[in-house]
Every structure is written in structure tokens, then in C-alpha cells.
Nanobody, 121 residues
């Protein structure tokens, strides 16, 4: 499974960005997906997570009310709508997916290469 992120960029504080993550491959079924971020000098942290079956979501406290995670099952694509962005949101954002391999009957963990989000003050 290959995860491809898009939508990062430079935005002023208070602005919005929408990240996308598309999963490519064959013989797999997405179980859940999530967005993580790593700010300079900090550890990677979970931003938001969504299950594909029921669509259950959870968010880091720091982004609740500002970010919205969603998914399009038919397209194997996940989105992160980020509103009211703050300079502290500046980070590399990574897409993560847990996918069931239909050949080996195992659930595997996959990561995208990351997309830079920079919020200027």
C-alpha cells in the first residue's frame, strides 16, 4: 500500500488548508487512517484518527473544534480540513493507515512521506 499526501503549504494564521491522503495498491482493505505531525524539535504526535467501518473519529485536544477528519471509502482517501490555523500547527504532517492484506490475512501499518504545513504569524 502506498500513501500519497497532498495539500500542504504556507498559510497565514487564521487561515485554512485541506490535506488529502490517497491509498494506492491492490488486495487490501483500509481499517483505519490517521494524521500525525512532527514539529521541529518535537516528537511525532497524533492529530486525528478515523475508522473506515463506522467512521469513528478522535482528535488531539489541541486541534478539537478546528480540524475535521473525514474519509471517502470508495476512493480510499482521507482528508484533514484545518481551520483557524495557528503558528503552533506548523509541522510535517504524515498520513498513516492500518490496512488488511487480503492475501496474507494480516493488518499492516503504512506511512506516507509527509507534507509540510507552515503557518505564519
Amino acid at each position: 500500500v502506498q500513501l500519497v499526501e497532498s495539500g500542504g503549504g504556507l498559510v497565514q494564521a487564521g487561515g485554512s488548508l485541506r490535506l488529502s491522503c490517497a491509498a494506492y495498491g491492490s488486495m487490501f482493505s483500509i481499517v483505519a487512517m490517521g494524521w500525525y505531525r512532527r514539529a521541529p524539535g518535537k516528537q511525532r504526535e497524533l492529530v486525528a484518527h478515523i475508522t473506515y467501518g463506522g467512521g469513528s473519529t478522535n482528535y488531539a485536544d489541541s486541534v478539537k473544534g478546528r480540524f475535521t477528519i473525514s474519509r471517502d471509502n470508495a476512493k480510499n482517501t482521507m482528508y484533514l480540513q484545518m481551520n483557524s490555523l495557528k503558528p503552533v500547527d506548523t509541522a510535517v504532517y504524515y498520513c498513516n493507515a492500518d490496512a488488511f492484506d487480503l492475501v496474507t490475512d494480516t493488518v499492516n501499518d503504512y506511512w506516507g512521506r509527509g507534507t509540510q504545513v507552515t503557518v505564519s504569524s
